[in-house]
């Protein structure tokens, strides 16, 4: 069983830039993907971006070039980088691990907000 605490997340005016940081109680090394997915007032959940353990990444298109992904194994913790922040980017940030199984977990959240 895996548990996820993000953290990270506050206000910050359009074009600024936040950390998220995801610390999971076991292992991520030993996890198929870690993931930062989104969910704004009234919508549904979609993923912001996803790490696989070979190495490879995905981003959502509205994210690309502005938002990276990364992990530290050592410190079982996941991280996104968010940079020139915009006002559609205000949501919920939820970390998510997926296991070999497909099994996943969730975090409980961290609220960003974009707004001047």
């Known amino acids: 069983q895996v548990q996820l605490v993000e953290s990270g997340g506050g206000l910050v005016q359009p074009g600024g830039s936040l950390r998220l940081s995801c610390a999971a109680s076991g292992s991520i090394g030993s996890m198929y993907a870690m993931g930062w997915y989104r969910q704004a007032p009234g919508k549904q959940r979609d993923l912001v971006a996803i790490?696989?353990?070979?190495?490879?990444?995905n981003y959502a298109g509205s994210v690309k070039g502005r938002f990276t992904i990364s992990r530290d194994n050592a410190k079982n913790t996941v991280y996104l980088q968010m940079n020139n922040l915009k006002p559609e980017d205000t949501a919920v940030y939820y970390c998510?691990?997926?296991?070999?199984?497909?099994?996943?977990?969730w975090g409980q959240g961290t609220q960003v907000t974009v707004s001047s």
């Open positions: 998510n691990a997926q296991d070999w199984s497909y099994k996943e977990y």
């Open positions: 790490r696989r353990s070979s190495g490879s990444t």
